[in-house]
């Protein structure tokens, strides 16, 4: 259930403004398509097969910028601002603390990947 950002009383689902205190509520949508996602992807994928996984990097930062750039949240559209080269050095750290480690290092690497894609993710306006 969403809450009223000014006064943080309960919102209705399609409610298009705040019953108690007028607020107007925006609507946080994804435009994307069943299609364009699935291209995408596809896209996506043969790179990493074709470059025996050597340009992955590439790959996600082409994922990340058509998935968050379909994202609208509070109405500003979101887009991605990273890119293959500036993840490529720690994809490379975290392939070597993944060998050191024997494999146990893997379960940090999902989590720095979320930070590293949040912190190159910014709203437009």
Not at 46 to 68: R, S, V
Request: net charge positive.
């Amino acid at each position: 259930m969403a809450f009223c950002k000014k006064c943080g009383s309960p919102l209705d689902e399609s409610a298009g403004f705040c019953n108690n205190c007028g607020t107007p509520v925006k609507a946080s949508t994804w435009d994307g398509t069943v299609l364009d996602t699935f291209v995408n992807s596809l896209i996506a994928s043969l790179i990493i097969t074709f470059t025996c996984g050597i340009a992955a990097p590439w790959a996600i930062c082409y994922m990340m910028k058509f998935i968050i750039g379909h994202f609208v949240v509070d109405g500003k559209r979101l887009r991605f601002e990273g890119n293959g080269a500036q993840l490529f050095g720690n994809w490379i750290k975290w392939f070597l603390l993944m060998v050191v480690t024997c494999g146990i290092y893997s379960f940090w690497v999902a989590p720095r990947l979320y930070q590293w894609v949040a912190s190159h993710t910014h709203s437009e306006g």
